[in-house]
């Protein structure tokens, strides 16, 4: 499944070995098939129709895109229909597929910022912004909603720089720590005490999580910085280039994981590489835009970081364009904002230049 090859990798959201169990079990003879798993697959089902090549889609899917929207509209419906006194896991779950479906697919893209901000709002009433409450006893209740906890900041973390806007997550101190390091076989619903993490440079389905929560902080800091002038000070240049040190640095210690053969796993480093990469540049690139017509003698460094990377940007997004994760890069802008950085620098270049 597409899906759970590519997306889970990025975004953890189900635990791959259960809902694998939970899909046989659904197509079984005459099985209690739950609502919940039916909108949980549509959910899958909506994101990897819409990061198929178009040929393919357009030749293979008469319907599409039209039978996505009402994927995407049934799976709201049966969400709409439920309790909030009562949300479960797999309530939170199937609000983050939504949203991404309708990130790949380019659905309402002007409510992209509200969504994530209303799965915030959701997760933080539910207390999955906490650290482990005495009533959950289950060590994979806890890691699924760190994980779920985990997306849900990055996708509002996104949202947030590329609309220019404020977030929840500047005005408040989650105490809930980062997920484990670990592969999903290594522990389900019956284990009593969840594995440690693997070492920082061995692979895992959690890789992208755990290396992005190693950069949260001065992440969230640069952003409320930037766009929350009412909780912080607005940054200075010095500061600007001390957080552009911080990030760059960060950016040179994404691993590689080189060790990795098998075709499939290198297919996956290359998509988790791209996208820790992508959003440290992403913060670069906000922070130097508006020095790019300033006059003194050092703004000119803004010039040239933001033309660098705006360079790698590209460079890193047209990579993933030659691969089956296409439309992956749907789920962030960079591209566009580094294309537009790239563009930008050019026309403010003297003539001859």
Not at 80 to 100: E, T, V
Not at 167 to 180: C, D, N, Q, V
Not at 264 to 286: C, D, M, P, R, T
Request: with cysteine; net charge positive; glycine share 4%.
């Amino acid at each position: 499944m597409f899906y759970i090859s590519n997306v889970e990798q990025v975004h953890r959201i189900v635990h791959i070995p259960t809902f694998r169990r939970e899909y046989a079990n659904y197509w079984a003879p005459r099985p209690p098939r739950q609502p919940a798993m039916t909108a949980l697959m549509l959910a899958m089902m909506s994101i990897a129709y819409g990061a198929m090549p178009a040929s393919a889609s357009a030749t293979s899917h008469s319907g599409y895109p039209t039978i996505i929207i009402q994927w995407i509209g049934a799976c709201e419906g049966w969400l709409r229909q439920q309790s909030s006194r009562h949300r479960k896991l797999i309530h939170h779950q199937i609000a983050c597929l939504i949203y991404l479906a309708k990130r790949i697919n380019i659905v309402r893209k002007k409510l992209y910022w509200k969504e994530t901000g209303s799965l915030i709002q959701d997760a933080i009433s539910d207390g999955l912004h906490v650290g482990p409450s005495p009533s959950i006893t289950s060590p994979y209740i806890r890691e699924m909603k760190r994980r779920i906890w985990a997306t849900l900041r990055e996708l509002d973390i996104q949202n947030c720089v590329e609309f220019g806007l404020p977030t929840l997550l500047h005005s408040i101190e989650p105490t809930i720590s980062a997920p484990s390091n670990i592969d999903d076989e290594v522990f389900d619903e019956t284990t009593q005490q969840l594995p440690n993490s693997v070492d920082v440079g061995r692979y895992t389905d959690t890789s992208y999580q755990y290396y992005s929560s190693l950069t949260w902080n001065v992440r969230l800091n640069v952003s409320r910085r930037l766009y929350s002038p009412g909780c912080s000070k607005v940054l200075t240049y010095d500061e600007v280039l001390q957080y552009t040190h911080q990030l760059t640095q960060a950016l040179h210690s994404v691993p590689e994981w080189n060790d990795i053969q098998e075709q499939g796993s290198s297919q996956n480093i290359h998509l988790v590489s791209a996208f820790l990469k992508l959003q440290l540049i992403e913060l670069i690139l906000a922070m130097h835009r508006p020095y790019l017509q300033r006059q003194g003698e050092k703004f000119w460094l803004s010039e040239n970081i933001c033309y660098q990377m705006s360079r790698d940007v590209i460079l890193l997004s047209t990579s993933l364009a030659s691969s089956d994760y296409q439309r992956l890069i749907f789920l962030r802008e960079d591209l566009l904002v580094g294309a537009l950085c790239l563009a930008r620098i050019s026309l403010l270049q003297p003539k001859g230049s």
